[in-house]
């Protein structure tokens, strides 16, 4: 076993899912997204509530903020798409529940076209949790040397991966049993 698999005080990095250098680093990039991807969620939702006293998840916050983004409706099509979801039926799950707590409106029909806009509600709560954002995470972010450039370079290497594990699910999805 290499010192990199055993890493920092003679921790062993082998198992099921990590064999050699590759699967090590591929496991603990996927560990450290999820992580992220749980923390992220959990500060979307207290931001959520601290914006506004509404609780939503952390993929609805996410829809929220999709559907007013560039101030134009979006379809339930353009918000799978945009979020890369395809649980149809929970997106239309959390448009309800939003457009309950009067933060979104739904125009049109099936026939003509189904979209969804923020109301006068959603924007002055996306608003408060943008301020809410820059004032606690994105000042953070700001002091951190050459921050913006390290997450121009995660983001395309995430896009990058988002595009590998697309193709990697279709072709299991393609050839299982």
Known sequence: ????????????????????????????????????????????????IAASGLTLSGPENALLHIIRMND????????????????????QYSLRKMVSAGLITKQGTSRTGVTYEATDKGKSTTDVYAEIRRRLLVK????????????????????????????????VATHRR
């Open 72 to 91: 134009r409706p979006k379809s339930i099509k353009e918000l799978a798409r945009l979020s890369n979801r395809d649980d149809i039926p929970n997106i």
């Open 140 to 171: 953070e972010l700001r002091e951190m040397p050459d921050f913006a450039q390290r997450l121009e370079e995660v983001s395309r290497t995430l896009n990058m991966l988002s595009g590998i594990y697309e193709e990697a699910s279709r072709v």
């Open 1 to 48: 076993m290499s010192d990199e698999q055993t890493g920092p005080r003679g921790l062993d990095f082998k198992w099921h899912l990590s064999s050699d250098d590759v699967e090590i680093a591929t496991t603990e990039m996927e560990f450290a997204l999820m992580r992220t991807f749980e923390s992220f969620g959990r500060w979307q939702a207290e931001c959520l």
